[in-house]
């Protein structure tokens, strides 16, 4: 079982904003990163270090953290925002790498 | 640009071992700045890490998996590789090579990625 976890699915209309969350004890401690996954293809890294976006990511996909928590926020959904997204950070121990099990995004 | 290319068979016979090749190109696998990490992905199913290395050859492997996995690093080639024993049909997956910073607030974060190769464990 993940030490990560996510809703297993959420919905959101076009244009509108939607948060997608993922818990766990060792957020607590360090920072999420978030990954966008369509179908057939790799995982792209859209969110790391809680708040940071890699180089081509629109500043409409957002990161922060609350607590045991950590939440990925889109705002003014697209089409283009339907994927599967994923969470990883560290585990409790601080070395391992762990991922939550997916939230499908419905737009 | 950085990119990361896995290979090996796609087919393996269940109670073999898994082997599969990342080759990095557009940079060197010798930076210390990154561990070098593998991911798999059951089809229809979620991500999940396998194990990292360092190009000096320390590694880390999921605690659920340490037993059958090993790792290892090849600089001069720029490739790491994966083997992963006693397999059985629960180890069908994509797998995917993927590079991670090597410690600091972006440890966790994979920002490369290979295309992933499907092995499927079946006799």
């Known amino acids: 079982s993940s030490e990560l976890t996510q809703d297993p699915a959420v919905s959101v209309a076009l244009g509108q904003t939607v948060r997608i969350t993922c818990q766990g004890d060792s957020l607590r401690s360090y920072y999420a990163s978030w990954y966008r996954q369509k179908p057939g293809q790799a995982p792209v890294l859209i969110v790391y270090a809680e708040n940071n976006r890699p180089s081509g990511i629109p500043d409409r996909l957002s990161g922060s953290r609350s607590g045991n928590t950590a939440s990925l926020t889109i705002t003014g959904a697209q089409a283009e925002d339907e994927a599967d997204y994923y969470c990883n950070s560290r585990d409790s121990s601080g070395n391992h790498l762990v991922f939550g099990g997916g939230t499908k995004l419905t737009v | 640009q950085l990119q990361l290319q896995e290979s090996g068979p796609g087919l393996v016979k269940p109670s073999d071992t898994l082997s599969l090749t990342c080759t990095v190109s557009g940079g060197t696998i010798s930076s210390g700045s990154y561990y070098w990490g593998w991911i798999r992905q059951p089809p229809g199913k979620g991500l999940e890490w396998i194990g990292s290395?360092?190009?000096?050859?320390?590694?880390y492997y999921s605690p659920s998996l340490k037993s059958r996995v090993t790792t290892s690093v090849d600089t001069s080639k720029n490739q790491f590789s994966l083997k992963l024993s006693s397999v059985t049909a629960a180890d069908t997956a994509v797998y995917y090579c993927?590079?991670?910073?090597?410690?600091?607030?972006?440890?966790?974060?994979?920002?490369?990625w290979g295309q992933g190769t499907l092995v499927t464990v079946s006799s």
């Open positions: 290395i360092y190009y000096n050859g320390n590694t």
């Open positions: 993927a590079r991670h910073c090597s410690g600091g607030s972006c440890y966790s974060a994979f920002d490369y």
